[in-house]
């Protein structure tokens, strides 16, 4: 890639840092030639081989957001784990930046599976993964091709296929729909291309977030651009690359979910304006399938789409610590 590569080493999370664990960056290569940098947590006073877990998401973050504090957490009980940046984004490579990929993202995770597995204090047949928000549904397109993986966990899921080709609440399904929203990415990459700019999309709207916003415009933008925003974070500021989403359009990133022989914890809000993504992709997932005795849909309470990032009172921590050591062995 000749790129050349600079993390920060000082903690710079949106979250407390445990004295439970161990801390340390760590990086890795996919198969695109991307170097992916992540946060490796373990264990304090471990011993022997541990399970672990790889973490990404929300779609659009870093790890020094949700993805770290879940890691973090995963490490307090008992896990190694990561959380990294995909590539083009964070502090991972690839130019041009803040672009997106259904292939690229699916080897991202794979990549994370490789580095974990020929780790000397890891059980290589012990490893997870946990998808938060877009990441979720890529998790579930990863368990569906890395037959390493036992067990999945997906948060707060969307379906970075359906959002883009169908719009919110599949508004948008219809061709001509389709069609407009794809005539105007065309136009936008001309302009690029002309101009080099690579245009962002902008990320969560200022706060305050006017009064008629839609709730769920307010819910990230309380978090990205409030108590948990963060330099690198493309939600936290100008966003994707403009066009950076547009292949997820003619790329369905599900396929073949009911062929997933692994274990699999769906978890979602039960107000959050997602949840319809959690609730069609597991029933997808084990219709016609062989393999449904091992998967579970767990809807929270009252919970909204940014409670499954950063509310320790609602994530379901213990839940997902029983699913992992019932399915990690």
Same mark, same amino acid.
């Given at each position: ?5 600079k993390?920060?080493?000082d903690?710079d999370?949106?979250f ?10 760590v ?10 940098v992540?946060?490796?947590y373990e264990p304090?006073?471990a ?5 672990a877990?790889a973490?990404?998401?929300p779609?659009?973050?870093?790890k020094e957001q949700?993805?770290g504090?879940y890691?973090?957490?995963?490490a307090?009980r ?5 959380a =990294?940046?995909p590539s #083009?984004?964070?502090?991972s490579? &690839?130019?041009?930046?803040?672009m997106? @990929?259904p292939?690229?993202n699916?080897?991202d995770?794979?990549a994370a599976?490789?580095f974990?597995?020929v ?7 012990k ?5 938060i ?16 993986i036992k067990a999945?966990?997906t948060?707060?899921?969307?379906d ?6 169908n719009?919110y609440?599949?508004e948008g399904?219809n061709?001509e729909a389709?069609y407009q929203a794809k ?9 690029d291309?002309?101009?080099g700019s690579?245009?962002?999309g902008?990320g969560c709207?200022e ?8 709730? =769920?415009v307010k819910? #990230?933008s309380e978090?990205?651009k &409030?108590?948990?925003?963060h330099?690198? @974070?493309?939600?936290s500021n100008?966003g994707w690359?403009k066009?950076g989403c547009?292949s ?6 599900l396929?073949y ?9 769906m978890?979602?809000g039960?107000k959050?304006h997602?949840c319809?993504?959690?609730k ?5 997932m084990i ?7 091992n998967k579970?849909?767990?809807i929270?309470?009252?919970?909204v789409?940014?409670?499954l990032?950063?509310n320790?009172e609602v994530?379901?921590f ?6 992992f050591?019932t399915n990690?062995k």
């Amino acid at each position: 890639m000749g790129e050349e590569l600079k993390f920060v080493q000082d903690w710079d999370k949106t979250f407390a840092k445990s004295e439970k664990v161990k801390h340390k960056k760590v990086t890795f290569s996919n198969r695109y030639g991307m170097t992916l940098v992540a946060d490796l947590y373990e264990p304090k006073n471990a011993e022997g081989k541990l399970p672990a877990i790889a973490v990404c998401g929300p779609f659009g973050a870093v790890k020094e957001q949700c993805s770290g504090l879940y890691a973090q957490t995963m490490a307090e009980r008992g896990f190694l784990s990561i959380a =990294f940046d995909p590539s #083009y984004t964070g502090e991972s490579t &690839g130019n041009h930046r803040y672009m997106a @990929s259904p292939d690229i993202n699916t080897e991202d995770f794979q990549a994370a599976v490789d580095f974990l597995s020929v780790q000397e204090n890891v059980d290589s047949e012990k490893i997870g993964i946990i998808g938060i928000c877009g990441w979720g549904g890529m998790a579930l397109n990863v368990a569906a091709l890395d037959t390493r993986i036992k067990a999945t966990v997906t948060s707060t899921m969307y379906d970075m296929s359906r959002v883009n080709a169908n719009g919110y609440f599949d508004e948008g399904d219809n061709e001509e729909a389709r069609y407009q929203a794809k005539k105007a990415l065309n136009e936008q990459r001309i302009i690029d291309y002309k101009t080099g700019s690579y245009e962002r999309g902008g990320g969560c709207v200022e706060l305050p977030v006017p009064e008629d916003a839609p709730f =769920f415009v307010k819910d #990230y933008s309380e978090y990205y651009k &409030g108590r948990c925003y963060h330099k690198r @974070s493309l939600n936290s500021n100008e966003g994707w690359n403009k066009i950076g989403c547009m292949s997820f359009i003619n790329q369905p990133i599900l396929q073949y979910s009911n062929e997933i022989r692994s274990s699999v914890l769906m978890i979602h809000g039960e107000k959050a304006h997602s949840c319809y993504f959690s609730k069609d992709a597991y029933n997808n997932m084990i219709k016609n399938s062989k393999y449904a005795d091992n998967k579970e849909l767990m809807i929270i309470p009252n919970a909204v789409h940014t409670d499954l990032y950063d509310n320790l009172e609602v994530i379901p921590f213990d839940k997902i610590e029983e699913f992992f050591k019932t399915n990690l062995k």
